[in-house]
C-alpha cells in the first residue's frame, strides 16, 4: 500500500490508530496443507518462500510468544558469507546474494546495510589461516581482501596499535558484509507472507504431535486446539531438541546462552563490523548510535533468556583490548539468545520422519543465514529433497562421518 507525505502525517498525528496492520492477527484453521513451528525469521522466511517460490499458500506459522520473540530478536544483526568449506561457502553467499535483494523482495525496508566485515589477525598462523579463507572465498567468486596493518589503521586508527597486548597484524574484509535490523526482517518476511496468504498465529504453542496409524505426523497439538498439517516444519533455534522431542527425537544439538549487549549512543566511530582475532568478540555501530557487541557463549546449558556476570567481564576485557576507548562507554542493556549448538558447529536441515521436516542447529550463524535458511527448507518441504546448496546440512552426516567442521565459525568460534 503506497501513502502520500499527508496520509503519513495524518496517521503519525492520530497517533498511528489508523494505520492498517501490516500482517494479519490469524486464528487458526482445522488444517493446513503445511504447518511450520516458529515465528522467528527462519519459519517466516520458509513460509514466504514456500509461497512466493511453489504457489503453496495454505500455510500457517505458530509461534508461543510473539514473532520474533526468540533469537530473531536476540542478536547481533551481522550478515557475511567469508566460509571457507563447501558446505558452508556455497549456501551462506546464497544467503548474502538474498539480503542484497530483500528489500525490493519483500517490499520493505530491512535496513540492509553492507558497510563491510573486517575480522583481524594477531599473527602469522592467523594471517595464513585468512588467506586460505579469502582464497576460498575469491575462488567461489565472492569479494574478499587480505589487508596488512597499515591498511587496517587507515580503516579503523582509533584500535590499540602501539601498545596493544596483541598486536594487530592485518585483517581480512568482505565489504558486501554487514548488518541488517533484525526485528524489520521478522516484519518484512511476516508482511510478504501474510500478502501471499499465509496464517500468521500468535501466542500459540505447540505440545505435541498427532499420527496416524502408520506412524506418520498428521499435525500438532497446541495451546488453541488441535491443527492437522500434511507437512510439519521444525525451525525453533534453541527450543529445537525440546520440541522435537515431543515427536520422540533426539538431535545432537546442546542449547547455550549467547548474551550480546549495546552501549549508549556515542558519536559515529565504527563504520564497519569487527571480530577480534585474540578473543571472540565482535563490535558494530547502530544507526541509534550504540555499540553493538558480543562474545563466547555461556559455558553451561540453559534454557534462559539471559546471562551471567562472568561473561559480561570476559567480553568488556575483549572489547578494551581491542579498542581501549570503550573503557569510557556504558553499557545500557544485554540480553540473551538461546543458541541450538550442534555437535560439528553446522545446522540441519532435513526431513526426520514421515512428513516431518527439521531446520536446526544454527549456533553462531542463524541471522545471517536467515533468508538462504528459509529459502532452502522450502525447497525441501515442497520437493522432498535437499536444495543443493544445503546437501551438506543432512542430519545423516552424523552416521556417515561427514561432518561439516569449520574452526572458527562452529561451536568452538572465533569469528562470528
Sequence with gaps: MKYSIFSLARAALSGHKKWPRTWRDAEPKPRYDVVIIGGGGHGLSTAYHLAAEYGITNIAVLEKGWI?????????????????LPGNIGFYELSMKLWETMERDLNYNTMVSQRGVLNLYHSDAQRDAYARRGNAMRINGIDAELLDAAAVRKMVPFLNFDN??????????QSRGGTARHDAVV?????AADR????IIQNCEVTGFTRDA???????????GT?????????????????????GLRLPIESHVLQAFVSEGIKPLIPNVMTFGAGHFYVSQSDKGGLVFGGDIDGYNSYAQRGNLALVEHV???????????SRVRFLRSWGGIMDMSMDGSPIIDRVGDNLYLNAGWCYGGFKATPASGFCFAHLIAKGSSQETAQAFRLDRF????????????????LH
Design 164 to 173: 596493544a597486548r596483541f598486536p594487530i597484524q592485518g585483517g581480512l574484509l
Design 399 to 414: 552416521d556417515r562421518g561427514y561432518l561439516l567442521d569449520e574452526k572458527g565459525v562452529g561451536a568452538q568460534a572465533n
Design 196 to 199: 501471499l496468504g499465509v496464517d
Design 68 to 84: 520474533g520473540s526468540g533469537n530473531a530478536g536476540r542478536n547481533t544483526t551481522i550478515i557475511r558469507s567469508n566460509y571457507l
Design 316 to 326: 568488556a576485557e575483549a572489547g578494551v583490548a581491542l579498542v581501549p576507548g570503550l
Design 187 to 191: 516484519w518484512g518476511y511476516a508482511h
Design 227 to 247: 491443527i492437522g498439517a500434511g507437512k510439519v516444519g521444525m525451525a525453533v533455534a534453541g527450543s529445537s531438541s525440546r520440541v522435537a522431542a515431543m515427536a
Design 214 to 224: 502408520n506412524g506418520k505426523v498428521t499435525g500438532v497439538e497446541t495451546s488453541r
